[in-house]
């Protein structure tokens, strides 16, 4: 019962990071139709500015956001105005490898900056004992701030008329400019919510293990794999999503193998494009 | 179409010259060597041509059937002591008979269907790694001896075979129940194209091509190991050397490939970081994704069109040619005032 309890916790911190990177991804594909492969790395941006602004400038973690939302959108906004909005009539193989070469490059780029070690800060080590049960307090600081990023979104997307438009040109491109509605403008809203949840999964990447350029590239595919269990572009299906997959990685992880944990994930991509290419989403609004 | 077909294996023809001519050079083991992965890669990039180039089915998953190829060969030849050639048919048929397992994909498209064979190559990675021969620690086994030209002949050999197959296949019926595909798949199925059919055909050449491959690669290493043989790079360097050489074309993944590969070879030697590396990639990438859409072989085809034309309306002989299919514009307007 202990290593059950255990392993949830686990898995719902683990949760926490892939609904905010599944939202990242299926925000930009509702409205612009595109899988971005450089999500991850805009989570990896993220990261390492919250490891400057801890370590350089000596700003408390949580003061860290103040830098990594800005930095992060203002990469967001650039790769939006050449990548994105100029492809937006190619062939989608094409963007794709737009996607791709972005991640390549961004790699690369902080690669150059921060340079290829590893790289960490101090963590937060609390943890409640209750009886064998652990429960480390990073695992609920993550759940909660999920749960309040996505409060937010929500309060974004449902209540403000931004959010609206954006949900507007994620469901009928053309029916939203009929209505009225800048599209441009919806785009470019959903991509900065977009990496601005990215930025915030970076902070919580920075406390679960150690920064590579890398690090977001291996994530990114598990965001997919939330974001296609979901369904591509819908947001309600995304939290129970993000849990179910989060709860059956740790549950594999502990009571079989580390590298088969991974596979059930992407198992769980290949059942769902099989049985449900939708995605488990429910209803059929879209973002 | 003929005389580009023709033109095509002329080059065909001389790419095969020119590999011999490599192969007969004298050069250290080593720069052999290499020279020999160049061409395994250029193989490589020619089997993921025909899945996302010819058939224009985005996937991320060729790493699956070279893995699938690598331990064929490498298991045929370590643990039941076959010969070179049989091992690398065992790598051909494993790697065709993995490729039916992902024929089931094709009802999920675009970028679904990326995902869907990225998905695939992850999981054949992690299964390998816990139910494969040596599992996470590898196998070893006899490779080529260092000095041998045989794994340079198999490859060479193993890539002329392959262009031919992709001319081959373009002629045939096959390769314009792919075209179609490729350009609408709704369109093409409402006019009686076989589409599951023709892409399944797409997928196995594809698959077998790269299952060839690998086993190739595996019998020049001696050791091999989940990482290695089943390592992403393998999905995601042919398909971006293809993009690069020119996609769907048949000369795109040879070029594309060599250029690849001579740029990865050449940031190794020239000592840069693998950050630079990265950068530069990324960069090209992304200047072939917005610029250039149809890559190297394109955009010469393009500046050959431009020069060819600017000659004939030099000539002022010729005026410049008629949208196709459509009469001249006068005798249409001609023919209305009459009526």
Redesign the interface.
């Given at each position: 019962m202990e290593t059950f309890i255990q392993m949830s916790v686990l898995g719902l911190s683990n949760a926490a990071v892939y609904v905010l990177l599944g939202i990242s991804v299926s925000l930009i594909f509702g409205v612009l139709g595109v899988l971005n492969f450089a999500q991850g790395d805009f989570m990896t941006l993220g990261a390492y500015v919250g490891y400057s602004a801890v370590t350089a400038i000596g700003l408390s973690i949580a003061a860290s956001v103040v830098l990594i939302f800005p930095a992060l959108i203002v990469v967001g906004v650039i790769f939006y105005f050449t990548v994105l909005r100029p492809m937006r009539n190619h062939q989608h193989e094409m963007v794709l490898v737009a996607t791709f070469g972005t991640a390549l490059l961004m790699q690369g780029l902080i690669g150059l900056a921060w340079g290829g070690d590893p790289l960490g800060i101090e963590r937060i080590t609390g943890a409640w004992r209750i009886d064998n049960v652990t429960i480390p307090h990073v695992a609920l600081i993550n759940i909660a701030l999920a749960a309040i990023a996505l409060f937010g979104l929500m309060i974004t997307l449902n209540r403000t008329s931004l959010g609206r438009s954006v949900r507007a040109t994620a469901q009928d491109r053309i029916g939203a400019q009929l209505a009225g509605v800048d599209t441009n403008r919806a785009e470019l809203t959903a991509v900065v919510l977009s990496v601005a949840l990215s930025g915030l999964a970076g902070l919580m990447i920075l406390q679960r293990e150690l920064l590579t350029p890398q690090v977001g590239f291996e994530l990114v595919l598990k965001a997919f794999a939330v974001a296609i269990v979901a369904g591509l572009g819908r947001i309600n299906g995304l939290l129970p999503a993000a849990i179910v997959i989060g709860l059956m990685e740790s549950a594999v992880a502990t009571y079989a193998s580390e590298s088969l944990a991974t596979a059930t994930v992407f198992l769980a991509v290949v059942l769902t494009l099989l049985i449900r290419p939708q995605g488990f989403g429910g209803s059929r609004v879209r973002v | 179409m003929t005389s580009s077909l023709r033109s095509t294996m002329i080059a065909t023809g001389g790419g095969a010259l020119l590999l011999v001519v490599l192969g007969t050079l004298p050069m250290s083991a080593y720069v052999d060597g290499r020279i020999t992965q160049a061409v395994i890669f250029v193989g490589l990039a020619i089997s993921w041509n025909v899945i996302?180039g010819f058939a224009?089915q985005?996937s991320i998953g060729q790493a699956a059937f070279f893995g699938v190829g690598a331990y064929g060969a490498a298991e045929a030849v370590g643990s039941h002591g076959l010969g070179t050639l049989p091992a690398l048919g065992v790598a051909v048929v494993l790697a065709a008979v993995a490729a039916l397992i992902v024929v089931?994909?094709f009802?999920?498209r675009?970028?679904?269907f990326?995902?869907?064979t990225?998905?695939?190559a992850?999981?054949a990675m992690?299964?390998a790694?816990?139910y494969a021969p040596g599992g996470?620690s590898g196998i070893f086994y006899e490779a080529f001896e260092i000095d041998s030209s045989m794994p340079y002949l198999l490859a060479a050999g193993g890539v002329v075979v392959a262009m031919a197959l992709c001319v081959f296949v373009l002629r045939s019926k096959m390769g314009r129940g792919l075209a179609a595909v490729r350009m609408d798949l709704d369109a093409a199925r409402s006019v009686g194209v076989r589409d599951m059919a023709t892409r399944t055909q797409a997928l196995l050449l594809s698959a077998a091509i790269a299952g060839y491959f690998g086993g190739l690669y595996a019998l020049t290493l001696g050791f091999l190991d989940p990482g290695t043989a089943f390592s992403l790079d393998w999905s995601?360097a042919p398909?971006?050397a293809v993009?690069l050489g020119g996609?769907g074309t048949l000369l795109g993944p040879v070029i594309g490939g060599a250029i690849w590969f001579g740029l990865e070879e050449a940031i190794t030697q020239l000592g840069f970081?693998?950050?630079?590396?990265?950068?530069?990639?990324?960069?090209?990438?992304?200047g072939?994704?917005?610029a250039a859409?149809r890559g190297i072989v394109g955009v010469a085809t393009d500046l050959w069109r431009l020069y060819r034309d600017r000659d004939r309306g030099e000539d002022g002989a010729d005026p410049p040619p008629a949208v196709e299919g459509r009469p001249p514009a006068s005798a249409e307007t001609g023919s209305g005032v009459a009526s």
């Open positions: - | 996302g224009g985005l089931p994909c009802r999920a675009g970028a679904y990326a995902v869907l990225l998905a695939l992850a999981i992690r299964v790694e816990r996470n995601v398909l971006l993009v996609m970081t693998s950050d630079t590396a990265l950068i530069l990639q990324g960069a090209i990438l992304l072939i994704a917005l859409p």
